[in-house]
């Protein structure tokens, strides 16, 4: 069974940066993709970054492009995102996933594992 955990999450004025593990268990992620979610109070789950194993290839929502970098540890199959430059619409649960069909990064469906997720608050 894949268990996806995630740390690091947590409250930093707008101008900082967090970074966020998450470490994967149950789950070759150096077969695979994973990536970060995440989803603000009202507003639907969103995808933020994705890396494929490999080439290492990595995508990034429109909105963190420039700001958040998205890495990966196949040692210790964990990846990371690294958030710089945080603002206040950046305030939101961020979430793990691993992928286990085809589709795009950005679809939520496509994911059929899940961490708990991790809050990450940005005040201005």
């Known amino acids: 069974q894949v268990q996806l955990v995630e740390s690091g999450g947590g409250s930093v004025q707008a101008g900082g940066s967090l970074r966020l593990s998450c470490a994967a268990s149950g789950y070759t992620y150096s077969r695979n993709w994973m990536a970060w979610f995440r989803q603000a109070p009202g507003k639907e789950r969103e995808g933020v970054a994705a890396?494929?194993?490999?080439?290492?290839?990595?995508y990034y929502a429109e909105s963190v492009k420039g700001r958040f970098t998205i890495s990966q540890d196949n040692a210790k199959n964990t990846i990371y995102l690294q958030m710089n430059s945080l603002k206040a619409e950046d305030t939101a649960m961020y979430y793990c996933?691993?992928?286990?069909?085809?589709?795009?990064?950005?679809?939520?469906?496509?994911?059929?594992?899940w961490g708990q997720g991790t809050q990450v608050t940005v005040s201005s």
């Open positions: 890396i494929i194993s490999g080439g290492g290839s990595t």
């Open positions: 996933a691993a992928a286990v069909r085809a589709g795009a990064w950005y679809d939520p469906g496509v994911f059929g594992s």
